[in-house]
Structures are given as C-alpha cells and as structure tokens.
C-alpha cells in the first residue's frame, strides 16, 4: 500500500515574522553565505534587556545588497584564516521589535537613546544594513576573545577606548587584535564600525538608509 504521508511532500512552515521579512525584500544570510553562523541574541535572553523579544524569528535577515557584501567579508576572512567564520548575533530588527526594546527600557526617556534607537527614528538594524557579529573559530569550537560579552555597555567594549583599557589593564592586546581581524574584513568590503560597541558594523549612512530602503515592519 501507499503511505500517504510519505507521498506528500511537507513544507517546512515558515514563522509568520520571517514571511513579512521576506515580503519586504530581505533575504536570510545563512542561505546567502555558505558556512556562516548565527546566533540571534534577541531571540534569547543572553542580552543586555534579559528577554526574548524576537520569539519565532531565529535568522538573521539582512537587505540582499547588505548580505552581499557580508559574503565578500566572510570570504576574504576565511581566505586569511581558514579556521575563522562570522557569528551573526544580529541582522535586521523589525520596527515593532525596536518599539518593545524602547518601552521596557528602565531608563528616562532622555537617557533611552544612549541605549536603544528611538523607534520614531529607527535605527539602521531597522533598515535591514546594519550587523552584529563576532568570529567563531571552527577549530578551538568557540568564539575569539574580544575582551567584553555582547551588548556590553561600558569602556571596555568601545573600540574608541581601546588604547585607554589596554594601559588600565582591562584589555589585552591579543583581545585587541581579535578585534582588530574582524574590523578589517568588515571595513574592506563596505562596512563601517561605531566607537561604541566592537560587535556593530553598518552598510549605509542612516541618511544612505533613509534614501535607499523603507524600515522594516
């Protein structure tokens, strides 16, 4: 006899946040970019909020020009270090998710954007150009050592500081070199860092973003 079931081809049932991704012109970076990683820290509570705020969405998902020129990074990375592949911890925050991040931030309205962008505004994660990433290194099977965790917020994580904590003793320079590997794939294929955090890249000015893409719902 047939097996029905197996005569029926299943699709693998997409959560509805990464339909209205895909709807809106984004593109998942892991079927872009062979071998890559991600590890979205929003759909954890390993993050400076301590919640899950992205629930079903577990991909990053990235504006197709973006995800381009992260392939080009990961290739020239992994041409100068076999071992070495991007860990993404986050691609493309949907507007709704960033108004959640701002209204449950325990901090005065005047303070809130030292930590999160005002969602009236957007931040570039909004746009779908702007990425969170740290190197894994296949071999040693974890990630290299940058000196502070994700979403760390003081000195230390501030590649602007880095000369300052390594003197104070708070940085090695190994870490500083770690950071060092991952700013020069990235700023080499079109990204650029922010003197805050060493995890943060964009691909576009937020004047470029504003001009060539819509935030993503």
């Not at 919640?51 to 990375?77: F, I, N, S």
């Not at 943060?200 to 504003?210: I, M, P, V």
């Amino acid at each position: 006899m047939l097996d029905p079931v197996k005569d029926i081809e299943l699709e693998v049932e997409i959560p509805e946040i990464e339909r209205t991704l895909i709807d809106q012109g984004l593109v998942d970076v892991e079927e872009k970019i062979p071998g890559i990683k991600v590890e979205l820290k929003y759909s954890s509570t390993d993050n400076f909020f301590g919640q899950d705020v992205y629930g079903d969405l577990t991909k990053a998902y990235l504006q197709p020009e973006v995800a381009e020129r992260l392939k080009k990074a990961q290739e020239m990375l992994q041409s100068e270090y076999p071992a070495y592949t991007f860990l993404v911890y986050d691609g493309v925050r949907p507007s709704s998710v960033q108004q959640i991040l701002w209204d449950n931030l325990d901090k005065p309205d005047s303070l809130k954007p030292l930590y999160v962008a005002d969602p009236k505004k957007g931040s570039l994660h909004n746009f779908g150009v702007a990425v969170d990433l740290t190197i894994f290194d296949t071999k040693a099977d974890s990630t290299l050592d940058m000196g502070t965790s994700y979403d760390y917020f003081g000195y230390p994580a501030y590649p602007d500081r880095e000369r300052q904590m390594l003197a104070e003793g708070k940085l090695t320079s190994a870490q500083i070199t770690n950071r060092d590997i991952l700013r020069k794939v990235m700023t080499a294929n079109g990204f650029s860092g922010i003197g805050s955090e060493w995890w943060h890249f964009n691909a576009f000015s937020r004047k470029e973003a504003g001009e060539k893409f819509k935030i993503i719902k």
